[in-house]
């Protein structure tokens, strides 16, 4: 199997060898797992996926395992079939991780798309009821459990679509949906959609533990999402504007960077202070700027979304865009679905992972 390398953001793959296993970090799965020191040396060459903070202490593990149609399942009080399957043999990050779980899965669905498995599956023991509810809500369902050790067995198929959000993710379903396009300015486009970094830009401005750009939910404020009234389900496109200190014309350089799905919006001044404060926790804006977000007398609107992913080659550009008479969005713009699938088309966007 071929595990994603990411450039960007705080998670690293590694070999299990190159993290030490008598950090703190592996207590719980020291007590939840007899022999787990001798099993952890015994993976030594194997590669995992890791997120440190800055002193370099692990805060996150991913270890994924292929596994085949030889795999024995007998251990199962009901047994799976026999298939070629991904399973999460270790998920665990810190108890103020829950963003970088987020990051986690997005890493989970990529690796099974990128290498072609069609289900997924974790066992998690029942008192871990935290853990057992963020798989659930991606879209995971218990099947069976481990009759010598009482772990539960949920699984996840990848074709298998559910609705536009974590559930459904990353299948995108298109049936009867809008598609818009939305500007973001280069100053916030790369810290909210790291994965879009462009060729130009320097990953190394982008690996640190930014909280919304490791989560799949995000939220963009802005007062130019007024002409439209986007409902959940519905299909963002996000238009990544001239960089002003690039003396390349917009002709060129602004371009169509990634998709999301639309999971909520509205006015802020209808929210509760605790709503809100949930939102700003998932933008990248700076305190003074949250400061206007938080003033009554401002009026936002916000648009929170699922993150569904990069769009790998950038062949939507401004110039692209007016051939077919579509403008630069000023606010959040409708398009059609002819150009939305063009769009999709042209920049190669996964079309296994998309229901029409």
């Known amino acids: 199997m071929d595990l994603i390398n ?36 015994k993976k030594a060459d194997k590669e995992v996926y890791t997120h440190s903070d800055i002193e370099g202490n692990i ?4 270890y994924l395992k292929e596994e085949t149609e030889e795999e024995d399942y007998s251990e199962m009080e009901t047994p799976f079939e026999p298939r070629r399957r991904l399973k ?15 990051r986690f899965f997005k890493v989970i669905f990529e690796n099974a798309i990128k290498n072609d498995f069609k289900e997924i599956y974790v066992t998690i023991f029942p008192h871990h009821e935290l853990l057992i509810s963020y798989f659930i809500k991606f879209g995971f369902k218990q099947e069976t459990k481990i009759s010598e050790t009482g772990e539960l067995v949920f699984t996840r198929k990848i074709n298998v679509y559910e609705k536009n959000d974590y559930e459904g993710y990353p299948i995108l379903n298109t049936v009867g949906k809008n598609y818009y396009l939305l500007p973001i300015k280069p100053e916030y486009h790369t810290r909210l959609l790291p994965d879009a970094i462009l060729n130009t830009e320097d990953n190394s401005n982008y690996t640190n533990n930014n909280k919304a750009g490791n989560a799949l939910k995000k939220v963009y ?37 990634s998709i999301g799905v639309v999971s909520g919006y509205g006015d802020t001044n209808q929210l509760r202070s605790i709503e809100l404060e949930k939102l700003l ?37 401004l110039g692209y865009m ?10 959040i713009d409708l398009i059609p679905p002819s150009f939305a699938f063009s769009i999709i088309e042209k920049s190669r966007y996964s079309e296994g992972i998309i229901v029409k």
């Open 88 to 102: 999460i043999g270790t998920f665990k990050i810190s108890e103020n991780g829950y963003y970088m779980g987020e």
């Open 221 to 257: 404020f802005g007062k130019n999402l007024w002409a439209h009234q986007p409902r959940n389900g519905d299909v963002i496109f996000f238009y990544r504007t001239r960089d002003h200190s690039n003396a390349s014309p917009a002709h060129y350089q602004s371009v169509i960077t």
């Open 6 to 41: 990411y450039e960007v953001l705080s998670i690293k793959k590694r070999k299990f060898k190159d993290c030490r296993v008598d950090d703190d970090f592996f207590v719980s799965l020291k007590n939840d797992y007899k022999g787990f020191q001798e099993w952890f040396v």
């Open 281 to 317: 926790n998932r933008c990248v804006l700076d305190e003074k700027e949250m400061a206007q977000i938080r003033n009554p007398m401002n009026r936002y609107k916000f648009l929170e979304f699922v993150y569904f992913g990069k769009l790998d080659y950038r062949a939507v550009n």
């Open 59 to 62: 805060q996150g593990l991913l």
């Open 322 to 331: 007016r051939e077919n008479n579509i403008e630069a969005p000023r606010g």
